[in-house]
């Protein structure tokens, strides 16, 4: 099924294209790593909200909120929206400076452990398709 493939590849995308794009450490491609994940986001609210008619016993039962926490988690890599949300454009000069930074460290250690999860969640997520593409 051409669907279940798509979305195969766009999980696979969700999963490790925020890591490929600060590895590459190349501020220019940012934007384009940006917008294609928005996209992503996209296909993924439709794809939620398509199942959530389709499949009978889906909607606000376990893989509905699994799917939906997954889908939503995207929102962090675009980093646009996480900049606004985190507000790591302003910066503060002395103590107040040094304390805005030792909180942004706790809160960065605290973003490295829900990362972890997230994308235990993305991977749940793609061996669901995956056996979805292996009984259709």
Not at 70 to 86: K, N, P, Q, R
Not at 91 to 108: C, E, K, M, Y
Request: hydrophobic letters at 50%; glycine letters at 8%; proline letters at 1%.
């Amino acid at each position: 099924n051409g669907v279940t493939i798509f979305m195969s590849i766009i999980t696979i995308y969700a999963l490790f294209a925020d890591d490929i794009r600060q590895l590459i450490d190349d501020k220019s491609i940012d934007d384009g790593f940006y917008i294609t994940t928005l996209v992503v986001l996209g296909f993924f609210f439709i794809e939620l909200c398509l199942l959530s008619i389709a499949k009978p016993g889906y909607f606000c039962h376990f893989f509905f909120w699994l799917d939906f926490i997954s889908t939503v988690s995207l929102i962090f890599d675009v980093g646009w929206i996480s900049e606004a949300i985190f507000d790591t454009d302003s910066g503060a000069a002395g103590v107040a400076g040094a304390s805005q930074l030792a909180r942004a460290g706790r809160a960065s250690r605290v973003g490295t452990r829900a990362g972890r999860i997230v994308r235990i969640i993305r991977l749940v997520r793609l061996i669901r398709i995956v056996k979805l593409y292996k009984h259709a």
